[in-house]
């Protein structure tokens, strides 16, 4: 048994061992060996943080109950040896980085493992002062030491407390001692106890206060104990009060602050914050590049060995193409890439399982898994199906299909790295063919951007490039195609140059005159073909064209006041159409700018005026002339014949309006005023003006009709009896024929005279074999003919205006024939195959029998075998008329 003064600690500079050692009372009868280790924990204090391979730093003490003293010791930190005799020794060197260093050292007894924590400390952060004390092992049960002593402050003298001269230091127990319980931990004692009796008490958390009862001390010794485990992750430290009372007398001392601090263990795993890890890598990624991070806590003491948490790559699966496609930071848990030859296409997921241990990777562990999605790179270069093509595409078509390129891509569908562009990078130097990315993003489609003409360039050779949405992630290859486009020859359109044509000509060119030359080119050189002219819309009909030549000539007169003029101009549509088995038609305007020539006198506006015979007011006639302004006004006017001698006439002060004035009282009637009214070249008409002279007297003029002013009431009612006497003789007249017709009984008619009977015959319609029938047939050729006017189909040309009726008879006849031609042009005319409906005409025509005209007997010369040819029914025929005497 050792024997130690209260208070006092086994201290061993440089790597001592402070321990209690096992001490039995004599004579005692509870004296019971149990195998195990003399101490709940081993702390052994340095003086420097780095350790030197070889320091020997203490020794841990076990007892097997029997007189063994060599035992197979075993340190769960490798950098850590004990000798057989328990010596504590470094393998190599160590740094305490946390000033502390936490590890187990175990031992077999009786198929059994038996461990004690160990901890190493820095004495610099853990030394003591000189008025410090610090509990720093434990006693095992059963084992018999002097307990460690915590004197009150002394006092001055009797039960006076004095100022306190050191402070108390903090008791260290472990976390989840074994016992048994109650265990002491230390024993409280006064100063006092020697010349009174003391009795002593706890108070405070863990006391009297939740958790009550945990600790508990002998009122007569002052030893205090703990009744259970601690746990240092539930509280690290319990704060009580001690006091002292002195029997009889009353408080003995102040009372005492205790601190119990739960010393932590590593009895916590680490904890993976989340159970898999999930992240991904692209798959283009080098050595070095991060990836993601795991991470794990340990509810032990933060920042001690317990919870220093470390991070190991256990596993890789699959394993290809190397089983350390990764690496782990085992402080910081960042994974990074450690082998390049990650590929989507062949392995697109990684599962590592991680081992996250404490005690700086030496202690408990626990495991978890990352998984790691490779991602696409791009990596894959698109690549053609067909490497070359060769097509056909017609000319002068926009927008036409030339081809679709199919393209294949090994990058993951549908990402930018696998959709494709394309470019048409020669061969097209004018733009003539647009390439895009089809639907499917994996193929090219190129259209022609403009028309392509064979007479120019019949063959074309692009080469076409693929590439995807997104650069390369890595140097690859470009994929090309080639495509030969042949161009196809179309019967084109002969074109009029220019397509409108405008030429200045006067308006009295004489009939036959040669107006102007307006030819068309047949743009199909390769092909040796003929154009011929014609004029589609010649409104006025006044122009004809030379078939073979396009000379247009003047056919009748063209008048620029027509109603077919405007703004001075005449517009013909020209045709020009190619001699090819399906005709192509070019189209030309003709504008015939026409110059004014005076053809046209001009003339009064009202035909009709009323004035006064009593200071009669001036009358202001208007004139016109539809000559342009160099053949109108100024005008002049001259009365005529008698006209004369009762009226005046001259020209108001612009020369556009004429002033009649009646200058001798009239009687009242119908005057006749005849002016000559002459343009400023001399051109003259003589206009009638029919003037109502009435009686009255200046502006207001009041016209009445003498004749129908002089009839009374008197008048009026005889005319009115004499229409009721009329009447009635027509009624009596009427009902004397019905009475006479009465008395008749055999009727007007016999029933059998049927000369003025009226017979009704419906219309002649098509036979059963005629009711449904393609009139399409009909049209073949016709679609290629915009010369040839449809009458199936809706008009597509403006309706052309006919010539209103001339007030001059001499011009009758033109009048006529203009019409007639906007007839002849006339698209909304009916049509040549309108259903026409008859009438009975009645009998007695004077022309002779049909019937009396025979079949010629010369058909028997005729070859009736090419009827059998024309079908079925024409068969018949030709079984009729061809087959002789049969």
Not at 223 to 230: F, G, K
Not at 591 to 610: F, G, M, Q, R
Not at 646 to 671: E, H, V
């Amino acid at each position: 048994m050792y024997s130690k003064q209260m208070g006092a600690f086994w201290f061993v500079e440089l790597g001592v061992l402070i321990l209690f050692l096992q001490a039995f009372k004599p004579g005692s009868s509870e004296s019971k060996c149990l195998p195990g280790f003399n101490s709940e924990i081993y702390i052994f204090k340095v003086e420097r943080n780095h350790l030197q391979s070889g320091r020997r730093l203490g020794k841990v003490v076990y007892n097997d109950c029997t007189s063994r003293t060599s035992f197979l010791f075993h340190s769960e930190d490798s950098r850590f040896k004990v000798d057989g005799d328990g010596t504590l020794k470094l393998k190599r060197g160590l740094t305490l980085h946390n000033g502390h260093k936490e590890f187990y050292v175990s031992t077999q007894s009786k198929g059994k493992k038996i461990m004690v924590p160990v901890r190493v400390l820095h004495e610099a952060r853990h030394g003591h002062h000189h008025n410090h004390h610090e509990m720093t092992t434990q006693p095992k049960p059963g084992a018999s030491l002097s307990l460690p002593v915590l004197n009150f402050p002394k006092s001055s003298g009797g039960l006076k407390r004095r100022k306190r001269d050191w402070v108390i230091p903090p008791i260290n127990f472990p976390e989840n001692d074994r016992g048994p319980f109650p265990k002491n931990m230390v024993q409280i004692r006064s100063n006092n106890d020697k010349e009174v009796k003391i009795q002593y008490s706890i108070t405070g958390a863990g006391a009297d206060l939740p958790p009550v009862g945990l600790f508990t001390v002998d009122k007569n010794s002052g030893t205090l104990y703990v009744t259970q485990p601690l746990d240092r992750e539930k509280k690290d430290k319990y704060i009580l009060l001690a006091h002292a009372v002195a029997v009889g007398a009353g408080v003995a001392e102040d009372p005492m602050e205790i601190i119990v601090k739960v010393i932590d263990m590593n009895d916590n795993k680490p904890v993976f914050t989340q159970n898999p890890f999930t992240g991904t890598v692209p798959e283009a990624s080098k050595p070095g590049d991060e990836v993601m991070q795991v991470t794990a806590t340990d509810a032990d003491e933060e920042g001690s060995a317990n919870s220093d948490v470390r991070y190991t790559i256990i596993r890789q699966e699959p394993s290809l193409p190397s089983p350390n496609m990764f690496v782990i930071n085992p402080v910081t848990g960042g994974i990074r890439v450690n082998a390049p030859g990650l590929d989507r296409e062949k392995i697109p997921k990684y599962t590592l399982e991680i081992q996250a241990a404490d005690m700086e990777g030496n202690g408990l562990t626990s495991f978890g898994k990352a998984i790691i999605t490779v991602t696409d790179s791009n990596d894959n270069a698109p690549q053609f199906v067909t490497p070359s093509y060769t097509v056909s595409v017609p000319e002068n078509k926009v927008d036409a299909l030339v081809v679709k390129m199919p393209v294949t891509d090994g990058d993951e569908p549908h990402s930018s790295a696998w959709a494709t562009t394309y470019k048409i990078v020669d061969g097209d130097p004018q733009g003539l063919f647009s390439v895009s990315t089809g639907p499917s993003k994996l193929e090219g489609i190129i259209i022609t951007a403009k028309p392509l003409d064979f007479e120019k360039n019949n063959k074309y050779t692009l080469l076409v490039t693929v590439q995807n949405e997104v650069p390369f992630a890595i140097s690859l290859p470009t994929s090309t195609a080639t495509v030969v486009v042949n161009v196809e020859d179309v019967n084109e359109a002969p074109v009029f140059t220019p397509v409108e044509k405008i030429i200045r000509k006067p308006e009295d060119l004489p009939v036959n005159s040669d107006l102007v030359l307006y030819t068309a080119t047949d743009p199909d050189t390769a092909r040796s073909q003929k154009v011929s002219y014609k004029i589609r819309n010649d409104p006025a009909g006044w122009l004809s064209i030379n078939k073979d030549t396009g000379l247009i000539k003047v056919k009748s007169l063209m008048d620029r006041e027509s109603t077919f003029v405007q703004n001075n101009k005449y517009s013909v549509i020209v045709l020009g159409i190619d001699n090819d088995e399906i005709p192509a038609t070019g189209t030309g305007t003709l504008i015939i700018e026409l110059d004014d020539v005076n053809d046209n006198a001009p003339t009064i506006d009202e035909s009709v005026i009323k004035v006064c015979n009593k200071e009669s007011s001036p009358q202001l006639l208007s004139v016109t002339d539809k000559d342009s302004a160099g053949f109108a006004a100024p005008y002049t006017v001259q009365l005529q014949g008698l006209s004369q001698s009762n009226w005046t006439a001259r020209m108001n002060d612009t020369k556009t309006g004429i002033i009649l004035t009646l200058k001798t009282m009239l009687d009242s009637g119908d005057y006749t005023v005849v002016l000559r009214v002459s343009d400023n070249q001399g051109l003259y008409h003589d206009s009638t003006v029919q003037a109502s002279v009435c009686d009255c007297k200046g502006a207001d003029v009041q016209c009445t009709d003498k004749a129908v002013a002089g009839f009374g009431i008197s008048s009026i009612l005889g005319i009115l009896g004499a229409v009721l006497l009329l009447l009635l003789l027509s009624l009596l007249l009427l009902m004397f024929l019905r009475k006479r017709g009465g008395e008749k009984k055999e009727p007007l008619l016999q029933e059998d005279d049927v000369r003025d009977n009226i017979y009704y015959y419906d219309e002649e319609g098509g036979g059963e074999d005629d009711q449904d029938f393609d009139l399409s047939v009909l049209h073949k050729g016709l679609d290629n003919r915009p010369d040839v006017f449809r009458n199936d189909i809706a008009p597509t040309m403006a309706r052309p205006e006919y010539r209103p009726r001339p007030a001059n008879p001499a011009d009758i006849g033109n009048f006529i024939d203009d019409n007639l031609k906007a007839a002849d042009n006339d698209p909304t005319a009916p049509p040549y195959d309108s259903l026409l409906v008859f009438d009975y005409e009645g009998g007695g025509s004077e022309a002779g029998s049909l019937s009396s005209l025979n079949s010629s007997n010369s058909g028997d010369d005729q070859d009736y075998d090419l009827l059998q040819e024309w079908g079925p029914r024409f068969k018949k025929l030709s079984d009729m008329y061809g087959g002789g005497e049969d």
